[in-house]
């Protein structure tokens, strides 16, 4: 009876677990990636614990895999990857999870640009032994928190200026926005955060094809459930990750991995988008779209990412940017970076409250069909799909900042 009684209890509990889209295991796993995260900023971690860590969570990740009606057995080579020249490193991309990082990490390690990268993965699969090569590398994939995600897209590719604003801004303005302006028609530069995530989610709803860079990260060309990968690694413990990775690959690298490199390629990421609003300007010739607020949009973006205190305002009036250089404004943005650098907590609580004030924007319904969208993801990798800081409305009111992260919108 008391055993009837104990299955009847793991019934129930199994099916508030598919009801709510979270389960235990899950929840435990994103504590434990938490943990790792802050671990990570006071000391090194063993290559035994990633290594446990790794391989239990493989277990749990398999476990989902069948939640999720996949297999894990099934025979394909329509994957993205990217692979070393010698033929010992599989990197599957994913958008918006370090992948930019990542591609120029194996670009310096390997003495192979982009193009050299994506023949090597091409020769692979063009191979009859195509499933025997791909077993014998060592696979990887980055992956990182869903509603992240989708925040760095919006800021990333439809805040900050870029000359995505003339195809994706446009495309997706067309798809969620009556009475679109001419200039929202031609140059897209006014997307919303609440329009992305309008997308998002009647795109995901209607099974139609999804951006490549707010696609659930387990789409088909990455899907754990489908490759084996070797290791996930998750842009919350990068750093550790990838000590973990390369030191491991270490005799089969061309280059010799150094620690530091992430530093320092964290740092060309972090000013690479100034090259796009140099380029977009010119672009945006003959509209009524402000010089001022094209400006100052990429100022507040270093504000939103944690890199300048928001006290610290942008430098420059209207009649400063008609011949405003590159450089100029590099070396504006760099000596309020420096400034910033010290306040750690204070940046961190930046990044936050742009995030917060960010969702606040969406209604509670897209909210909770937002959360279906990105299930499969949270369930695969470890994160809550309903995160207590961006659904407690009242939480979120509280924590909202009267600060405008957004200006020049």
């Given at each position: 009876?008391?055993?009837?009684?104990?299955?009847?209890?793991?019934?129930?509990?199994?099916?508030?677990?598919?009801?709510?889209?979270?389960?235990?295991?899950?929840?435990?796993?994103?504590?434990?990636?938490?943990?790792?995260?802050?671990?990570?900023?006071?000391?090194?971690?063993?290559?035994?614990?990633?290594?446990?860590?790794?391989?239990?969570?493989?277990?749990?990740?398999?476990?989902?895999?069948?939640?999720?009606?996949?297999?894990?057995?099934?025979?394909?080579?329509?994957?993205?990857?990217?692979?070393?020249?010698?033929?010992?490193?599989?990197?599957?991309?994913?958008?918006?999870?370090?992948?930019?990082?990542?591609?120029?990490?194996?670009?310096?390690?390997?003495?192979?640009?982009?193009?050299?990268?994506?023949?090597?993965?091409?020769?692979?699969?063009?191979?009859?032994?195509?499933r025997q090569v791909m077993d014998d590398a060592f696979s990887f994939m980055v992956v990182r928190e869903p509603y992240g995600r989708l925040f760095s897209t919006y800021c990333n590719i439809f805040y900050f200026p870029k000359e995505d604003w003339l195809n994706r801004g446009t495309k997706l303005i067309k798809l969620t926005r009556l009475n679109i302006s001419y200039d929202s028609l031609t140059?897209?530069?006014?997307?919303?955060?609440?329009?992305?995530?309008?997308?998002?989610?009647?795109?995901?709803?209607?099974?139609?094809?999804?951006?490549?860079?707010?696609?659930?990260?387990?789409?088909?060309?990455?899907?754990?459930?489908?490759?084996?990968?070797?290791?996930?690694?998750?842009?919350?413990?990068?750093?550790?990750?990838?000590?973990?990775?390369?030191?491991?690959?270490?005799?089969?690298?061309?280059?010799?991995?150094?620690?530091?490199?992430?530093?320092?390629?964290?740092?060309?990421?972090?000013?690479?988008?100034?090259?796009?609003?140099?380029?977009?300007i010119p672009l945006l010739t003959g509209s009524n779209i402000s010089l001022y607020d094209v400006y100052l949009r990429a100022w507040c973006y270093y504000q939103i990412t944690g890199h300048v205190l928001k006290t610290i305002n942008f430098p420059y009036n209207e009649s400063d940017l008609n011949d405003i250089k590159k450089e100029d404004f590099l070396s504006e943005l760099t000596k309020a970076m420096n400034v910033s650098a010290v306040y750690k907590n204070e940046l961190k609580l930046q990044r936050a409250e742009a995030m917060i004030q960010a969702y606040s924007t969406i209604s509670d319904e897209y909210m909770e069909r937002l959360s279906n969208v990105v299930l499969g993801d949270c369930l695969l990798f470890g994160y809550d799909n309903k995160p207590a800081h961006i659904f407690d409305k009242i939480s979120c009111l509280q924590k909202k900042s009267n600060f405008d992260y957004f200006k020049g919108l």
């Open positions: 009876m008391r055993r009837k009684q104990i299955i009847l209890l793991f019934i129930i509990i199994f099916g508030l677990q598919l009801f709510t889209g979270i389960c235990y295991i899950a929840e435990d796993q994103n504590q434990k990636r938490e943990n790792s995260r802050n671990n990570q900023e006071d000391k090194c971690v063993s290559s035994n614990d990633i290594m446990v860590d790794n391989t239990n969570w493989f277990d749990t990740m398999y476990k989902a895999c069948r939640q999720l009606g996949y297999s894990v057995d099934v025979n394909s080579t329509n994957i993205r990857a990217h692979m070393s020249p010698n033929l010992k490193l599989l990197y599957c991309r994913v958008n918006k999870c370090a992948s930019t990082m990542t591609l120029e990490l194996l670009k310096q390690l390997f003495s192979c640009d982009t193009e050299c990268l994506i023949k090597n993965a091409e020769r692979v699969r063009l191979n009859t032994n195509a140059y897209g530069h006014d997307l919303s955060f609440s329009e992305l995530v309008k997308y998002t989610v009647d795109t995901y709803e209607n099974n139609d094809r999804l951006d490549e860079h707010v696609r659930p990260m387990h789409h088909k060309s990455c899907n754990p459930c489908v490759f084996k990968f070797d290791y996930i690694a998750h842009l919350e413990t990068l750093q550790n990750d990838f000590d973990f990775i390369f030191n491991n690959l270490q005799e089969e690298t061309v280059g010799m991995y150094q620690k530091d490199i992430l530093i320092s390629l964290k740092k060309w990421t972090t000013l690479g988008p100034i090259k796009h609003l140099f380029r977009t």
